[in-house]
């Protein structure tokens, strides 16, 4: 069982900057990959980008050179640096843990950027 526990959504103008930060606890397994999902109203789920425990980064094409996504294994917390941010990146966004070997994924409940001037 895995806990995921998000932080440091907010209210920030265009061009500004924001970082999220997604601590995980429970049972967790050393092989795994964490990540950021954005959801906007009537929209589905999306990726916005992952990490590997292994350091391996995937983004969505919309945020690359804008967003950066880390991890700190030995606090098993994941973070998302969000600069340049535009009206566009206004969603929920929820973080992801998944156990790579036994398959089990994990959502966080959520935390609300709005980029708005």
Aim: net charge positive; glycine share 12%.
């Amino acid at each position: 069982q895995v806990q995921l526990v998000e932080s440091g959504g907010g209210l920030v103008q265009p061009g500004g900057s924001l970082r999220l930060s997604c601590a995980a606890s429970g049972s967790i397994s050393s092989i795994n990959v964490m990540g950021w999902y954005q959801q906007a109203p009537g929209k589905e789920r999306e990726l916005v980008a992952t990490i590997r425990s292994g350091g391996v980064t995937n983004y969505a094409d919309s945020v690359k050179g804008r967003f950066t996504i880390s991890r700190d294994n030995a606090k098993n917390t994941v973070y998302l640096q969000m600069n340049s941010l535009k009206p566009e990146d206004t969603a929920v966004y929820y973080c992801n843990y998944r156990a790579v070997l036994a398959g089990y994924a994990y959502w966080g409940q959520g935390t609300q950027v709005t980029v708005s001037s």
